[in-house]
């Protein structure tokens, strides 16, 4: 586990480098062909780990519900709402918390139970392991994701 911690705060600190050099507007512009954007995409990873680790294994996750429910698997962006700085880096802050906390939740033990899902991959998750060994997938895609963004952005 130690070792996928690791990678998932190596992969964090990119979407951080994503949130500090990507100019406001543009990380919630949607370019044509496109059906989220860059905030959408940070803000949804964020949002996977907390449920994929935290709310299968039972336990209550460490962002708010309305956040929860605007980035979860399934919502879109908003087209009208565009963050502020202080926002940003609220969600710059969260990306590492998040992850530093996963990791003393883990070493304290508190990921007793968990409840298997099956993802949108057809990949079944049986425990928190495996939970954040795919989590680290679905951030990758996301970086992917948002590499396309910035390029189509003309960024």
Do not use: C
Not at 27 to 32: A, K, N, S
Request: no cysteine; glycine share 6%; aromatic share 10%.
């Amino acid at each position: 586990m130690e070792s996928l911690l690791y990678i998932t705060k190596k992969t964090r600190e990119l979407y951080v480098k994503f949130l500090t050099e990507t100019p406001l507007e543009k990380l919630v512009e949607i370019p044509r062909g496109f059906n989220n954007n860059i905030w959408w995409n940070i803000a949804h990873v964020a949002v996977t780990q907390q449920l994929l680790v935290y709310k299968l294994s039972g336990l209550e996750p460490h962002l708010s519900e309305a956040f929860i429910h605007a980035y979860r698997k399934g919502s879109i962006p908003d087209a009208s709402y565009v963050p502020t700085l202080e926002e940003v880096d609220r969600l710059k802050a969260a990306l590492i918390e998040l992850i530093t906390r996963t990791e003393e939740d883990l070493a304290l033990g508190v990921f007793k139970t968990y409840q298997s899902y099956l993802t949108s991959a057809g990949v079944n998750l049986q425990n928190v392991s495996e939970a954040m060994t795919f989590n680290l997938v679905h951030e990758g895609i996301h970086i992917g994701a948002i590499i396309a963004l910035k390029k189509a952005l003309g960024l």
